[in-house]
């Protein structure tokens, strides 16, 4: 019998994650009220087949099956992993969680996409709290492997091995956060950021188009392959990181940023951020500017994946883990020193496409 996964909310995160599933050949089934979410999920599955299998160097398996169903409990009833993405709201959370704990298996796996909330606030007053953890995404959820898996003392040790091994058997990465904290770790470094970009364009000194390209033309590219404490270790030379931090130590308390301080989002601030970028992407849908992506994080990811490095580590292993026999239940760690195959052809293969109902 084959794997199952319930995705609660088939918004942008919940669709990618019935992408993600989907493709990896687990049957999907998926609860979302919106009316238009068979619509939406039908364009986030044709941006993943574009794109997810131009990963593997060879065909993903077929793809399993997809249905639509009427209520949550009809959606996770003998399911083995659940992901709840429903909006950002903790009372709406819990009232989701509780009736999918009161339909589904005890041993079933229940991961939460929220962005900032823990686990523990998300187990308040749950029939099973040990069984709730947080397996925050990031978007794309089909080709970004980065799963944030944040456990609280409530779960067993486990409730957490298994839902790493779904999640490394799925072709992500999951990193195990040591200690629950609101946002986690990524989204609280994006928050800084965000911040000073935001101010940034409130004083005049840079557009959305300026700020991105600071990103995508330097220390981004640095970010995507090696990330920052490795990256600042390079910069430190041949002393290393001791070096790079007795150099730059300093800066830390010069006038630089304004990380601490939010700008007021006035109506005047709004515009400003909402037009420059109308300016800078509007020539694009949303759509186009999601293939856009799609195709050059396939073809950033290959690069790592060529020296199993980074993003790309191990991703040979789950390309096998996903394979035609279609199951790995064992958790990729440590760098892998492998010799590297070349591949000819990076073309998107695929067997036969899934069948989507609706019951």
Known sequence: MGQVAAIIGGGVIGGGWAARFALMRWDVRIFDPDPQADRKLAEVMADARASLPGLSDAALPPEGRLSFHADIAGAVAGADWIQESVPERLDLKRRVL????????????????????KPSQLQQGAARPGQIFVAHPFNPVYLLPLIELVPSPANPEDVVLRAAAVLTGIGCHPLRVRKEIDAH?????????WREALWLIRDGIATTDEIDDAIRYGFGLRWAQMGLFETYRVAG???GMRHFIAQFGPCLFWPWTRLMDVP????????AVASQSDAQSGAHSIRELERIRDGNLVSILRGPKARDWGAGLGRRASAECAGPAGRCDRAQSGRLRRPVAAAADHRPRRAAGPTITAT
């Open 185 to 193: 770790i990524a989204d609280r470094f994006l928050e800084a950021v």
């Open 98 to 117: 509780a009736q999918i704990q009161a339909a589904c298996a005890a041993d079933a796996l229940i991961g939460s996409s929220t962005s900032g909330f």
């Open 237 to 239: 030379g041949e002393a």
């Open 264 to 271: 007021e989002l006035t109506d005047e601030l709004i515009e």
